[in-house]
């Protein structure tokens, strides 16, 4: 132990980078998933202090497959000895990656790991299923099973529209979520407060997607998306995206080598739940990382992929909305989906050593009823 009472082998985030969220079909379109990845791999490891990486961990979900860990480890230059490992668990792969390298370092298998998600929808392969014969036609489908059809598979909008009715979270308020969501990530661009969490690529510098003046009276106007009558739109949820983020792991007996502040882990917590209720899945992992920790987090990331399943889960743990996504989440920045937990990060982590707040949550809930939940703490 530290004369702190700390494990040196806690692990801890010394550097976060993340490339901008392009709108599907927008500004990222023409950069494949490995492209994404190598800028935000290659930003990170230069914050870092790294001389060497253990592995590469990346989230992903929608291919092209090959091992894009490996592939843009490669293509950033981290040479023929550095491995690579890709996750699916959908939106909750960037991070899960991020546990599994905290993981990792406490076990002692290595000191050194860039973990984090890379997603482009843009580029990501069609996905058809194979004909019985010569005559019959592919069959294009958007998505793979979360579950068995017997357990209950629905579509991510339609159960957003069902955990916002169980519970009792009108419309109003999630059109009020969304247009702080909005207005906030509209405030941080202007003021700077992302650039330094930022990588270019391709030329491009900012978040695409956020919208200035995007306020109540507007977000009233659009129509249920999913469920007739429904309170879930296209405006208070999120968008479909382009983009990578990644963080750096280390022990905290060598982040006090490097000399450098960072994050350091108090709690990690994986749940499965009901799948036809998955955007509740946050909620026991939640529930479990606080108790551990015994500590209310000043500042929380959640994956924002519908307003109403946010407010969902906040409601259900006792958490103060407002703590959440204090610049911004996905409703206005986008969802790159293997990447979205990683952003979580790179967010939390800027956040928390910028403006010093002690404590921080990032979690979400995934596809199939997985949430993941994580708890930090500030190291100078």
Request: charged share 20%; net charge neutral; with cysteine.
């Amino acid at each position: 132990m530290t004369d702190t009472g700390v494990s040196p082998r806690t692990p801890v985030i010394v550097a976060a980078r993340r490339t901008p969220v392009g709108t599907a079909g927008g500004s990222l379109r023409e950069v494949a998933v490995d492209r994404l990845a190598a800028g935000a791999l290659e930003a990170t490891l230069g914050d870092s202090g790294f001389e060497r990486v253990d592995d590469v961990l990346l989230g992903n979900t929608r291919g092209p497959g090959g091992n894009p860990a490996r592939v843009a480890a490669l293509r950033a230059g981290l040479g023929h000895g550095t491995p690579g490992t890709t996750v699916d668990r959908q939106c909750a792969s960037g991070l899960s990656t991020i546990v599994t390298a905290a993981d990792l370092v406490t076990a002692g298998a290595g000191k050194y790991y860039l973990a984090g998600g890379a997603e482009s929808a843009s580029t990501a392969p069609w996905r058809a299923r194979r004909p019985r014969d010569a005559a019959e036609p592919p069959v294009f489908y958007s998505r793979a099973p979360f579950a068995p059809d017997e357990v209950g598979d629905p579509d991510m909008g339609p159960a957003a529209d069902l955990v916002a009715a169980e519970a009792g979270i009108s419309r109003a308020r999630q059109d009020r979520f969304a247009e702080r969501s909005h207005r906030r990530a509209v405030e941080a661009q202007r003021s700077g407060t992302f650039d330094s969490e930022l990588v270019e690529v391709h030329g491009v510098r900012t978040d695409e997607r956020p919208r200035a003046g995007f306020d109540e009276r507007r977000l009233a106007r659009f129509p249920p998306a999913f469920t007739a009558g429904g309170t879930v739109t296209a405006a208070n949820s999120c968008g479909i995206s382009d983009g990578a983020a990644v963080v750096a792991v280390t022990t905290e007996r060598e982040r006090r080598g490097l000399g450098i502040p960072g994050i350091r882990l108090l709690a990690r917590e994986t749940s499965g739940t009901d799948p036809n209720r998955l955007g509740l899945a946050a909620v026991p992992a939640m529930r479990s990382a606080l108790e551990t920790t015994g500590r209310t987090p000043e500042v929380v990331e959640f994956t924002e992929a519908f307003a109403g399943q946010v407010l969902a889960c906040t409601d259900a743990v006792g958490l103060d909305e407002r703590t959440v996504s204090p610049d911004g989440g996905a409703i206005a920045l986008g969802h790159p989906w293997g990447a979205s937990g990683a952003v979580l990060l790179v967010r939390l982590f800027h956040r928390m050593t910028t403006h010093g707040n002690r404590v921080g949550m990032a979690a979400l809930s995934s596809g199939g009823g997985l949430g993941v939940a994580t708890v930090w703490e500030l190291v100078p």
